[in-house]
Nanobody, 116 residues
Framework: QVQVVESGGGLVQPGGSLRLSCAAS????????MGWYRQAPGKQRELVAV???????NYADSVKGRFTISRDNTKGTVHLQMNSLKPEDTAVYYC??????????WGQGTQVTVSS
C-alpha cells in the first residue's frame, strides 16, 4: 500500500511561481513512476509531468520550459516547480504514484489558482 499527500497550492498572479510537494509513504520502494496531473473545472484530468524511478521525465507541451519535476526515490518525494504561471494553469493538481504492479495511488489534490 502507498499513501500520497500533496501540498503547496495557492493563489498566485500571472507570471508568478509556486512549488508543489508530494510525499508518498508505505511501500515506497515499489513505486515506479511519480508525477503530477491536473484537472480544471469541466475538463478531464491531464498529465502535467512524470518521472520514472530511473530519472526519465516527461512534460506536457503546455508546461515545457516553465515547470520542472524533481524526484527523490529514496524519500518517496516529488516536487513540481512552476514558473511563469498562466491563468490556464488554474486547476486542482494531483500527485500520482504508480507501483511496479501498475496500480496508481492518488493524493487528495491541491488547488492552484492563477489570477490577477
Amino acid at each position: 500500500q502507498v499513501q500520497v499527500v500533496e501540498s503547496g497550492g495557492g493563489l498566485v498572479q500571472p507570471g508568478g511561481s509556486l512549488r508543489l510537494s508530494c510525499a508518498a509513504s508505505g511501500s515506497i520502494f515499489s513505486i515506479y513512476r511519480m508525477g503530477w496531473y491536473r484537472q480544471a473545472p469541466g475538463k478531464q484530468r491531464e498529465l502535467v509531468a512524470v518521472a520514472s524511478s530511473g530519472g526519465i521525465t516527461n512534460y506536457a507541451d503546455s508546461v515545457k520550459g516553465r515547470f520542472t519535476i524533481s524526484r527523490d526515490n529514496t524519500k518517496g518525494t516529488v516536487h513540481l516547480q512552476m514558473n511563469s504561471l498562466k491563468p490556464e494553469d488554474t486547476a486542482v493538481y494531483y500527485c500520482m504514484a504508480e507501483s511496479s504492479g501498475n496500480r496508481a495511488y492518488w493524493g487528495q489534490g491541491t488547488q492552484v489558482t492563477v489570477s490577477s
